[in-house]
């Protein structure tokens, strides 16, 4: 069975601090797509990046950068220099070679400025 | 512009009062789904169509329902909604199976019962 832990439920740094995002997943499977998603306020959920079960690269995009970790399972985020904006629940997802989406249970960011 | 549009936003029915909510897709993607959130939960996967392949979770309730009259929409039927049917319901959509492409997620329609 799929399955996506964030064990952190909440988190709260001064701007300017970084912080990373912790996802831990289990899947039997050797494909796999691992997503981070962030859904502020308004509701709605914005992808932010997909990684391959191939593909163990960091990734870097300007204030965001991601750790991919198969021997421990893990696909780690981190938000360098944060900003208010930056406030939201972050959610880690899994797909498999199916159509579905495994979703760990968020993790809520508040900036403080 | 929105790729996913959920309407209405905000919906408020009475207990066990039929309600319909609807998606809209710009994207002409093959996978549609609804996903049911409820406060500081993780989104949890009603049903999903590839094409008008009809795929229920196992553990949807039957008074969800789904209707996908053609590539573009997508309905969500709860025919007798519950106090416990509050949540967000997200739409999403996705190119085609198997090829790991993300989903697009619409902004949700709030759906509240009175």
């Known amino acids: 069975a799929q399955k996506v832990t964030q064990a952190q439920t909440e988190i709260s740094v001064v701007e300017k601090e970084d912080v990373t995002l912790d996802c831990v997943y289990e899947?039997?499977?050797?494909?796999?797509?691992l997503f981070w998603y962030k859904q502020p306020p308004s509701g709605e959920l914005v992808f932010l990046i997909r990684r391959n079960s191939f593909d163990e690269q960091n990734e870097i995009s300007g204030r965001y950068s991601w750790n991919f970790q198969k021997s421990t399972s893990s696909f780690n985020f981190t938000i360098t220099a944060s900003q208010v904006v930056d406030s939201a629940v972050y959610f880690c997802a899994l797909s498999d070679s199916g159509n579905q989406f495994y979703f760990g249970t968020g993790t809520s960011l508040t900036v403080i400025p | 512009d929105a790729m996913v549009i959920q309407n209405p936003r905000y919906q408020v029915t009475q207990f066990g009062k039929p309600v319909t909510l609807s998606c809209s897709q710009t994207?002409?993607?093959?996978?549609m789904y609804w996903y049911q959130q409820k406060s500081s939960q993780a989104p949890k996967l009603l049903f999903h169509?590839?094409?008008?392949?009809?795929?229920n979770e196992a553990d949807t309730p039957d008074n969800f329902q789904s209707r996908r009259p053609n590539t573009s929409f997508c309905f969500l039927d709860i025919r007798s909604p519950g106090l416990g049917d509050a949540a967000m319901y997200l739409c999403?959509?996705?190119?085609?199976?198997?090829?790991?492409?993300?989903?697009?997620f619409g902004q949700g329609t709030r759906l509240t019962v009175v």
């Open positions: 999403a959509t996705s190119r085609r199976t198997g090829s790991g492409t993300e989903a697009f």
């Open positions: 169509y590839y094409d008008k392949d009809f795929n």
């Open positions: 994207l002409n993607h093959n996978v």
């Open positions: 899947t039997r499977d050797t494909t796999y797509y």
